[in-house]
């Protein structure tokens, strides 16, 4: 029942943070992105009794969400160059304030205690995948650049460069969803969840960041978002975790012999 309120309260609470955002859309033009997301993700850690009983889930949440946002206003595109020019400098000022005092929170509390310190060391990667999705998800980010680059250095035809970039860019964005679900699985686990628990939050949680991705990729005049795309994320996250709790050995029960046994 608690988990079922508090699942309903984020759910109600991210639905309200994108109506209200995206209702000054044409002054903030997708903005609300990068809030939905961190929102979303904030549902997901809400039902995992593990971490939220640790204290960190708020200055996690708030990193992932803080960081990804300030990112995605710095990159360069039509849409975030006009994010420059209506939010005031200060405004800025006060998100990596608040960005910095998230991430100091989520440190100090979780990497100085024994409990917390592999669980909050496997999910900083997390953090700084959203931080580099914000820029990089952009223009700044398009195969052209790669493709240009090839022709240049490589001397190679325009399509065989397009061929390899396109390969070699589904090939790291299966790889490099599959490291951030391999991180959020093990932080989980390191948190004290179980197995299935831990790699349904790695899969939610990397489909928040994929969904985010693509939909981000769409307001960049040279990337197109895809579905198919995120299919693909997610084939990746699966892999290394479905790998990961392989390997993962269950802890010995000690026999009924070796129990009845005085000591």
């Known amino acids: 029942m608690k988990l079922a309120l508090r699942f309903g309260g984020f759910a109600i609470g991210a639905a309200g943070t994108a109506a209200f955002i995206a209702f000054y859309d044409s002054i903030f033009p997708w903005y609300w992105l990068p809030i939905l997301m961190g929102c979303v993700i904030s549902a997901v850690v809400a039902i995992q009794p593990w971490f939220v009983n640790t204290r960190l889930s708020g200055p996690f949440c708030l990193a992932i969400t803080l960081g990804t946002s300030l990112t995605y206003s ?23 304030v608040l960005f910095i005092l998230s991430i100091f929170l989520f440190v100090t509390r979780g990497l100085f205690q024994r409990k917390t310190a592999k669980m909050t060391a496997w999910l900083l990667i997390p953090i700084a995948a959203g931080c ?26 325009r399509e065989t460069a397009e061929e ?9 964005h299966f790889t490099a969803y599959g490291f951030v679900g391999l991180s959020f699985f093990h932080g989980a686990l390191a948190g004290g969840a179980q197995k299935a ?14 969904s985010f991705d693509e939909l981000r990729q769409t307001t960049a005049p040279n990337r197109t978002g895809s579905v198919w ?18 390997m993962v050995r269950k802890p010995r029960t000690p026999s009924r012999a070796s129990a009845a046994k005085p000591r």
């Open 229 to 246: 795309d995120v299919a693909l994320d997610m084939s990746g996250a699966t892999t290394f975790t479905l790998i990961a709790s392989a």
């Open 164 to 172: 390899i970039v396109h390969y070699l860019r589904k090939t790291i």
């Open 197 to 210: 628990r831990s790699a349904l939050f790695a899969l939610l949680c990397v489909l928040c960041l994929a």
């Open 132 to 157: 580099t999705l914000g820029y990089v998800s952009g223009g700044i980010g398009g195969g052209d650049h790669m493709v240009a680059w090839a022709i240049a250095n490589l001397h190679m035809s």
């Open 74 to 96: 710095l990159s360069a595109t039509p849409i975030t160059a006009r994010i420059a020019t209506t939010i005031p400098q200060y405004a800025r000022i006060g998100e990596l």
